[in-house]
């Protein structure tokens, strides 16, 4: 999810969780994160991990007015990087059977997307996974009015504020990022299984995997549990405000997480080794076409280290925080995170610092 303009003060500056050559090893992460401050962001952090090591740089503050630095352990609303959780648990219940890749949403979500020149039955399930459905985003709608977020929402009514747009092209006749194919993927979840797609997320993923600072909020629930990060926002014409309460439900499927650097790192880890889905489909997970911030699989990104190689990861925005993770087969990680957009309402470009986090020599 992606957002309006935000001007916001400078913080302190600090290098934590390092071996004590960390101010010169890690310089290039740190002028990057420091930059994010700098045009406008309260604060950012970038947490690393290799097989052997582990170390964070922190620029700014999780919470104006205190001089108190994002920590790896705090948590944040990581918006998109729901996507990949969605993602993995409809392939979850691909391999049990309950759903077939290739098959039209109609079946099971009949009469949902249909009119205005959308037909459920022309759009499969791999084309909501891959943003190739031409569904209409649904995101700016909502955002547009601050009042959107007083009261919780029916999934149905956010994809029918989508579909309220033309489709952006025909079924797999193109590529556009789309909330939209998220929370009708949740809801797809729902229909199969029998619970909301919070529940089967906790029970397939966060549970098993030991995410104990993840959690999916039910609507209604606006705050963030346990030490978090502040998150910061300004509507247009409006002064910052303090956005880290957030109703839930409006994001949904498409982006309500809440977690830290070392769970989401762990996840895409676990995901890469096999230990989250069988082998055939975590290969159609990684399955990718051309796009915009990265080729896109099954609900995640490939990125092209500027180091040789690739990372597989995924990016999050959203009012008062943006996000983003990235993990290697050989086990480099890196999650970035940032308080508040840039002074000139954009996102930080927080894929710079993660791949320069993981293209650092680690020492091994």
Known sequence: MVAGSVALAVGAVCVTAAPATAQSRHADVRSIVDGYVSAGAPGAMVYTKTRRTRWTVTSGTGELGVDDPIRPWDRVRVASNTKMFVATVVLQLVGEGKIALDAPIERYLPGLVRGNGYDGSKITVRQLLRHQSGLADYVQDVLSDPANGDHPWQPADLVAIGLSHPPLFAPGAGWAYSNTNYIVLGML???VTGHDVGTEITDRLIRPLGLHETSYPKAGDKSIRGPHAHGYFAFPGQPVTDFTELEPSLPGSAAALISTGPDLTKFVGALLSGKVLRRDLLAEMRTTVPAEGGDYGLGIREYSLPCG????????????????????????????????????????????????????????
């Open 189 to 191: 979840v729902t229909a």
């Open 309 to 364: 190689g690739v990372a597989w990861g995924h990016a999050g925005n959203m009012p008062g925080f943006d996000t983003i993770t990235v993990v290697t087969e050989d086990g480099r990680a890196a999650f970035a995170v940032a308080n508040g957009h840039e002074a000139n309402g954009n996102p930080a470009d927080l894929r710079t610092a993660a791949e320069a986090a993981v293209c650092e020599d680690d020492g091994r």
